[in-house]
């Protein structure tokens, strides 16, 4: 099969599986309460901008979850690396590294 062809089903199927979770990861929520579980989330950035955007980037995200006023991603980059990150909700610019995860 045409690997040019492959690429674009391939980025839909992940993007797809990509809401899916985020969704199922927000709907599950998280049962500890937070100091940021009643923040505002006005000015964040939908979960589509964020993996768009990241996307855009060259990552291919497959998990969004919320967690402690953030979008906790994980990813896979061009070479094939994992990634965990926090994204900041109402730019998408990566926080800094939390090391208490």
């Given at each position: 099969m045409n690997r040019n062809r492959?690429?674009?089903g391939l980025v839909g199927g992940l993007a797809a599986a990509v809401l899916l979770s985020a969704g199922i990861a927000i709907a599950d929520g998280d049962d500890r309460h937070d100091r940021d579980d009643?923040?505002?989330?006005?000015?964040?950035m939908s979960l589509v901008e964020v993996a768009g955007q990241l996307e855009?980037?060259?990552y291919t995200p497959y998990e969004i979850e919320i967690?402690?006023?953030a979008y906790e991603v994980t990813m896979v980059d061009e070479q094939g690396m994992v990634i965990e990150t926090y994204i900041d909700p109402t730019?998408?610019?990566p926080l800094p590294r939390r090391w208490d995860d």
């Amino acid at each position: 099969m045409n690997r040019n062809r492959m690429i674009p089903g391939l980025v839909g199927g992940l993007a797809a599986a990509v809401l899916l979770s985020a969704g199922i990861a927000i709907a599950d929520g998280d049962d500890r309460h937070d100091r940021d579980d009643d923040m505002p989330r006005d000015g964040w950035m939908s979960l589509v901008e964020v993996a768009g955007q990241l996307e855009s980037q060259g990552y291919t995200p497959y998990e969004i979850e919320i967690d402690d006023g953030a979008y906790e991603v994980t990813m896979v980059d061009e070479q094939g690396m994992v990634i965990e990150t926090y994204i900041d909700p109402t730019n998408g610019e990566p926080l800094p590294r939390r090391w208490d995860d």
